[in-house]
C-alpha cells in the first residue's frame, strides 16, 4: 500500500521553483543551439545520455522485472514521447521559444480530455470544461499573434502548430502510462521506455532527413546537449517523480505552470524574442484555463477553506 501523499510545504516549492526554471530553459537552450546542431540531433542526444543513466540506475535499484507485462505500453508511450520532441525540434525552426513553451503546456488539457474518455474515474467536472474553453479560446487568440489584415506569418503559424500538436503528444503519453499497466511500474521503466525508444526514433529520423550531418561540436552545442540530457531528462525528471510520490499531485501541478512564464521570460532576455499583444493575452487565458483543468480540486478545497466550510 503507497504512503499518503501530503499537501505541499515550503521545501516541496522551493524544488518546484527550480525544476520550472529548469523546463522553461529548455526550449530556449535548444533555440539558442540550433545553429550549431539540429534540434531533433539535440533531442536524440539528450535521450541517449539519459537513458544509458536512467538504465543503471534500473540495474542498480530493480525495476527491470516488469519488462515483460510492460513492454507493449512502454514502446507506444516512447514512440509518443519521440513524436512530441520531433515536434518541438521542427517547430522552434519556425517560431520562438516563447511560443513553443506555452503551447506544449497545454498538454495537461489533452491528457485530461483522453482520460475524460479512456476511465470513468477521470470524469471532467463543469469547471473544468470551462477551463479547456478558456484554454482553447487562448490558442485561438494567441495564433492571431501571427496574422493581420496586411500579413500572414505562416513560418510562426506552422510553428505554433507544431507546438500545439507536441502538447497533444505530451497528452496523450500521459494517457498511454495512466491507462495501461505502466501506472503501477517503477517510475524509472516508465522513464526508461520512452527515453530509448525516443533515442532510436530520432536518430533514424535524423538520419533519414540528413540532419545528422548538421552537428558542429561547438561550447554552446555541447552545452545545450549536456543541459538537456543530464539535468533535464535525468535529474529533473527523477526529482519531478519523487515529489509525486510524497506530494499530493494537484498541489504540484498548480506550480508546475509557473514553467511557461520562465519559458516566455528567458525566450525574450536571452533571444531578445518579441511578444504580440495577441499572444500574451492568449498566453494568460491558456494558463488560466490549464490551471482550472489541472488544479480543479485543489481550487476546491482552498476556496471552501476561505470560506470557512
Known amino acids: 500500500m503507497s504512503a499518503p501523499r501530503q499537501n505541499t510545504d515550503a521545501f516541496a516549492l522551493q524544488v518546484m521553483l527550480g525544476l520550472c526554471l529548469i523546463w522553461g530553459l529548455q526550449q530556449v537552450m535548444i533555440k539558442w543551439a540550433a545553429p550549431d546542431i539540429a534540434p531533433v540531433m539535440q533531442a536524440m542526444a539528450r535521450s541517449g545520455i539519459a537513458a544509458l543513466l536512467v538504465g543503471l540506475l534500473l540495474c542498480w535499484r530493480g525495476g527491470w522485472d516488469q519488462l515483460g507485462s510492460t513492454w507493449r505500453a512502454g ?15 521542427e517547430g522552434l525552426q519556425l517560431t520562438s521559444a516563447a ?9 495537461p488539457m489533452f491528457t485530461a480530455l483522453g482520460l475524460h474518455f479512456t476511465l470513468p474515474s477521470e470524469r471532467l467536472r463543469t469547471p473544468q470544461w470551462l477551463g479547456i474553453a478558456l484554454a482553447f479560446a ?6 492571431a499573434g501571427g496574422m493581420s489584415l496586411d500579413t500572414v506569418d505562416a513560418k510562426m503559424l506552422m510553428g505554433d502548430a507544431l507546438g500545439v500538436m507536441a502538447g497533444m503528444a505530451w497528452g496523450a503519453t500521459t494517457v498511454v502510462v495512466r491507462a495501461s499497466r505502466l501506472s503501477d511500474a517503477p517510475a ?16 533514424l529520423i535524423a538520419v533519414a532527413t540528413g540532419q545528422v550531418t548538421h552537428v558542429t561540436l561547438t561550447t554552446v552545442a555541447v ?8 539535468i533535464v531528462s535525468f535529474f529533473s525528471y527523477l526529482t519531478w517523480f519523487w515529489l ?4 499530493l499531485a494537484s498541489n504540484l501541478a498548480v506550480f508546475s505552470f509557473i514553467t511557461p512564464l520562465f519559458g516566455v521570460t528567458f525566450g525574450v532576455l536571452l533571444l531578445g524574442e518579441p511578444l504580440s499583444v495577441n499572444f500574451v493575452i492568449g498566453a494568460v487565458l491558456v494558463l488560466l484555463g490549464i490551471t482550472l ?9 482552498r ?3 476561505l470560506l470557512g466550510q
Open 75 to 89: 514502446l507506444l508511450a516512447g514512440g509518443l514521447f519521440a513524436l512530441e520532441f520531433l515536434l518541438i525540434a
Open 99 to 107: 511560443h513553443m513553451s506555452v503551447f506544449l503546456y497545454t498538454a
Open 138 to 143: 487562448g490558442i485561438v487568440i494567441a495564433f
Open 188 to 203: 524509472t521503466l516508465t522513464l526508461f521506455y520512452q527515453l530509448l525508444v525516443g533515442f532510436v526514433g530520432l536518430l
Open 223 to 230: 552545452s545545450s546537449v549536456l543541459f538537456q540530457g543530464l
Open 244 to 247: 509525486m510520490r510524497r506530494y
Open 293 to 301: 483543468v489541472s488544479a480543479e480540486q485543489w481550487l476546491r478545497r
Open 303 to 305: 476556496l471552501r477553506s
